[in-house]
């Protein structure tokens, strides 16, 4: 059984940073990319960046490029997105997400595991 535990969001001044973290088990992960997605109240789910586990290639929305940076640490399981320059509309729930093969993409129906969230709120 595939798990993502989430971790590191919280209330941050506009500007400020944070770093979120994703803890994956039950797959063999060298064969899968990462992403992060987030949904603020009202909206749609949105993608924010993604990675592949074996080659290390990023993908970002273009929200973000520029201020959030996604990684991983094949050793941990652990995916992170790094954010920095934060902006209140930046505030919502965040999601990592797990997808069978390398290949990126930006679309929810292609990610087949999902975490629980973590809530990040950037205020003003």
């Known amino acids: 059984q595939v798990q993502l535990v989430e971790s590191g969001g919280g209330l941050v001044e506009a500007g400020g940073s944070l770093r979120l973290s994703c803890t994956a088990s039950?797959?063999?992960?060298?064969?899968?990319?990462m992403g992060w997605f987030r949904q603020a109240p009202g909206k749609e789910r949105e993608f924010v960046a993604a990675?592949?586990?074996?080659?290390?290639?990023?993908l970002y929305g273009d929200s973000v490029k520029g201020r959030f940076t996604i990684s991983r640490d094949n050793g941990k399981n652990t995916a992170y997105l790094q954010m920095d320059s934060l902006k209140p509309e930046d505030t919502a729930a965040y999601y990592c997400?797990?997808?069978?093969?390398?290949?990126?993409?930006?679309?929810?129906?292609?990610?087949?595991?999902w975490g629980q969230g973590t809530q990040v709120t950037v205020s003003s």
């Open positions: 990675i592949s586990w074996s080659s290390g290639a990023t």
């Open positions: 997400a797990t997808k069978e093969g390398g290949l990126l993409s930006t679309l929810i129906r292609m990610y087949d595991y």
């Open positions: 039950g797959r063999t992960f060298s064969r899968s990319a």
